[in-house]
């Protein structure tokens, strides 16, 4: 593992994953999938509302044998967060939860160059957010003390202690690269002024989640332009303009005055399942409301037939078999893409998501 050659000799005992409560049974299943192909042996463990996923090994495991790819948070569609854990802290006493912690971080034999601590999103966890403040401070000096922290040196893991109730502590190590860069994996992001709806922190959020700052350097840039389809009443079409793109926006019904006042929009009544553009376009984004698999197959036609160079879209998962319908829709992309070039595919269920995921598309050049 080349990107954390200062966190190799950590023994891991298994993989810990934070998700939208309510999806645990989906991303425990894509966890229990990543284990196995990294050639973990182990039991998933997930309490539904939780906000948590954990995979435990039967024996503790060399992280420089685990592949990297094992440990990339953006792999699993349902993980806001992944991270390799090394330790379980039970029955923390109330009047000194340091001690405790710091023994067990002393006893990996890690240390690390910060501190995250974090509780799952859940109503019930979020009551300690407080305590998860005030104790950051007080828990550094003891990690410093213990020679455990070493905030000056660089390559070293972050240190996230996740207190899953008030006397159980995950400790993990969160990599350099592999990890999401958010406390609990989530986006704090502040809703524009005046924009037309707050879906246009969901299409904000998945252009930081789903691409990476050089993509979006190159391919999304102010000149551009976009269609987005389904676009009333402006939410999405809103963040574009923002970044300076013009936008055909495809919707019978209305947009915002103030959408349309910006002069970048021009708004096409049609149908966006029937609708082209008469030249091709550098973005499609898409929010309508339709079977999963007919957004899929949709998305895949505009980029195999070159309207578009990328797209952003929504899809909208029944309650039961959430996952096969992500797989499904991979499936009907790969058919339609496979004959017409190496494409790249990026679907995550975004904090700003609800029943349903986001994804990224585009063709390699």
Same mark, same amino acid.
């Given at each position: 593992?080349?990107?954390?050659?200062?966190?190799?000799?950590?023994?891991?005992?298994?993989?810990?994953?934070?998700?939208?409560?309510?999806?645990?049974?989906? =991303? %425990? @299943?894509? !966890?229990?999938?990543?284990? +196995?192909?990294?050639? #973990?042996?182990?039991?998933?463990?997930?309490? $539904?509302?939780?906000?948590?996923?954990?995979?435990?090994?039967?024996?503790?495991?060399?992280?420089?044998?685990?592949?990297?790819?094992?440990?990339?948070?953006?792999?699993?569609?349902?993980?806001?967060?992944?991270?390799?854990?090394?330790?379980?802290?039970?029955?923390?006493?109330?009047?000194?939860?340091?001690?405790?912690?710091?023994?067990?971080?002393?006893?990996?034999?890690?240390?690390?160059?910060?501190?995250?601590?974090?509780?799952?999103?859940?109503?019930?966890?979020?009551?300690?957010?407080?305590?998860?403040?005030?104790?950051?401070?007080?828990?550094?000096?003891?990690?410093?003390?213990?020679?455990?922290?070493?905030?000056?040196?660089?390559?070293?893991?972050?240190?996230?202690?996740?207190?899953?109730?008030?006397?159980?502590?995950? =400790? %993990? @190590?969160? !990599?350099?690269?592999?990890? +999401?860069?958010?406390? #609990?994996?989530?986006?704090?992001?502040?809703? $524009?002024?005046?924009?037309?709806?707050?879906?246009?922190?969901?299409?904000?959020?998945?252009?930081?989640?789903?691409?990476?700052?050089?993509?979006?350097?190159?391919?999304?840039?102010?000149?551009?332009?976009?269609?987005?389809?389904?676009?009333?009443?402006?939410?999405?079409?809103?963040?574009?303009?923002?970044?300076?793109?013009?936008?055909?926006?495809?919707?019978?019904?209305?947009?915002?005055?103030?959408?349309?006042?910006?002069?970048?929009?021009?708004?096409?009544?049609?149908?966006?399942?029937?609708?082209?553009?008469?030249?091709?376009?550098?973005?499609?984004?898409?929010?309508?409301?339709?079977?999963?698999?007919?957004?899929?197959?949709?998305?895949?036609?505009?980029?195999?037939?070159?309207?578009?160079?990328?797209?952003?879209?929504? =899809?909208?998962?029944?309650?039961?078999?959430?996952?096969?319908?992500?797989?499904?829709?991979?499936?009907?992309?790969?058919?339609?893409?496979?004959?017409?070039?190496?494409?790249?595919?990026?679907?995550?269920?975004?904090?700003?998501?609800?029943?349903?995921?986001?994804?990224?598309?585009?063709?390699?050049?």
């Amino acid at each position: 593992m080349t990107q954390s050659a200062p966190a190799a000799s950590l023994a891991v005992s298994g993989l810990i994953a934070y998700c939208r409560a309510g999806f645990e049974k989906e =991303l %425990a @299943a894509e !966890l229990d999938d990543i284990a +196995a192909e990294a050639g #973990m042996i182990g039991f998933v463990r997930a309490d $539904p509302d939780s906000g948590l996923v954990v995979y435990a090994c039967f024996e503790p495991v060399p992280l420089r044998e685990i592949p990297e790819e094992t440990l990339d948070w953006r792999r699993p569609v349902f993980a806001r967060q992944l991270l390799p854990w090394f330790a379980r802290v039970d029955d923390l006493p109330e009047r000194d939860r340091a001690t405790p912690i710091v023994a067990a971080v002393k006893a990996s034999g890690q240390r690390f160059s910060g501190v995250l601590l974090e509780t799952p999103d859940t109503d019930e966890a979020k009551q300690r957010s407080g305590f998860c403040r005030r104790f950051t401070e007080p828990l550094s000096r003891e990690l410093e003390k213990a020679g455990t922290l070493r905030t000056s040196r660089t390559g070293l893991p972050v240190l996230h202690v996740l207190f899953s109730d008030a006397q159980t502590a995950w =400790l %993990a @190590a969160a !990599l350099p690269g592999m990890v +999401a860069p958010w406390p #609990m994996g989530i986006p704090r992001l502040r809703m $524009p002024t005046n924009a037309p709806s707050r879906s246009t922190l969901k299409l904000a959020e998945a252009f930081i989640t789903l691409m990476t700052d050089e993509e979006r350097e190159q391919q999304l840039r102010a000149g551009q332009r976009a269609v987005d389809l389904g676009a009333a009443p402006g939410g999405w079409t809103w963040q574009l303009v923002g970044r300076g793109l013009r936008v055909t926006a495809i919707d019978n019904g209305p947009l915002r005055d103030n959408v349309m006042a910006t002069e970048m929009v021009e708004h096409v009544r049609a149908d966006g399942f029937t609708w082209r553009p008469a030249r091709p376009v550098d973005w499609m984004v898409c929010d309508m409301v339709e079977q999963p698999s007919r957004i899929a197959s949709l998305m895949a036609e505009w980029i195999a037939t070159g309207r578009c160079r990328h797209a952003v879209f929504n =899809l909208k998962l029944p309650m039961k078999r959430r996952l096969d319908a992500v797989e499904q829709c991979r499936e009907l992309i790969r058919k339609r893409l496979n004959s017409v070039g190496p494409y790249e595919l990026r679907i995550k269920h975004l904090y700003h998501d609800r029943e349903e995921v986001t994804a990224y598309l585009s063709l390699k050049r």
